[in-house]
């Protein structure tokens, strides 16, 4: 990978001021920038990326260090992902991610330390609960210590809740609650803090935007389990709110989303808004009606979380339509349009156009109240 120079990155944007947009060009969005907008009101906006997106498109590259103050790897992190065998981890994605952002003067979400989605499969194999432990600790105080002070915030444990599962504290019956019980959380959570004292500290989690029984029941298990890391004095700074929104799927209320921010806050952590998509697979096929279906989502929930001022960080999953999950159609198929076409979930197009969501995106913003950085 060749990192792009600022000079560099000040002269492709210049010469795309001045040139047509074709596709393979970044349109000159209107200025200023989302991350400028966004630092004007004390709130760091980034998006995740993937090393092949840095590594082999100039294009895309310049964009990203235009549009974003941060980037967080959307999957060169995970455990399963870096791990090839019991107790063996290959650091080279992650540290060309981490240097990629130090390069460019990019902030760095650590995402993630522990995913019981996303944990390799050794791990299962591992019997007895002192090797779980000892692995666990392993796995953090490596990631922890390896980058630290680079790191703005770490997800520690991605998604530990499932009140589903029909446990009292709402805790995800799944891998390491298996292996060490309900304590893994603090576990993981003392061990991050001692091997990076600066980085944030965050609980990220899904399912807590619309206005269901099952989002309610994962609001409240939020709640519970942030008063009670608090309550115990297991070191947590910021609670994600993961927000992988759709047109039309599920019913929305802006008065349960903003309550819950209310009372998130309440219990003094930061918030943050980290994996921001949203899909169209209930949209009709026509792109200018799509996206403007899209836009409104991005509109309707931005004005509810960015109107609570510990929301400090706004992370969307992807920047351009040329890069989504749920274009590459790798999971979560009820997203997926069932007509071929393309879908249009993120700020930019494939071409890197401006699309109306960003707009959405940016006035969002503007008409947040500011708030102190954190
Ligand atoms: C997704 C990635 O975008 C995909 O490339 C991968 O196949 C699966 O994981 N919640 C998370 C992210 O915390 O890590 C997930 O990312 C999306 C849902």
Redesign the pocket.
Known sequence: MRAISRREVLAGTLALALATPARGDVEPSPAPALKTLAAQRGILYGS?A?YTQIAAEDDFTVLLARECGLIVP??EM?WAEMSPGAGLEDFRRPDQMVDFADAHGLHFRG??ML?Y??TPSWFFELHDRKSSEQAILKRVDEMGRRYRGRIHSW?VV??PLNPQDGRPDGLRKAVFLDAIGPDYLALAHHAARAADPAARLVV?E?DVEYDTPEQDDKRLASLHLIEAMKKAGTPVDAFGV?A?LSVDRLPFSARKLRRFLSEMADLEVAIQI??LDVTDENAPAATSERDRLVADQYARFLEVALDEKAVKLLTC??LSDRH??IV?H???DQKWRRDGLASRPLPFDDALMAKPAWAAIAEALKAAPPRDPG
Request: net charge negative; aromatic share 18%; hydrophobic share 20%.
């Open positions: 995740c993937a959307e999957n995970k995402h993630n995913w989605w996303r997800d991605n998604e990220n899904y993961q992988h980290t994996e999953w992807g989504s999950w590459r790798e999971t979560n």
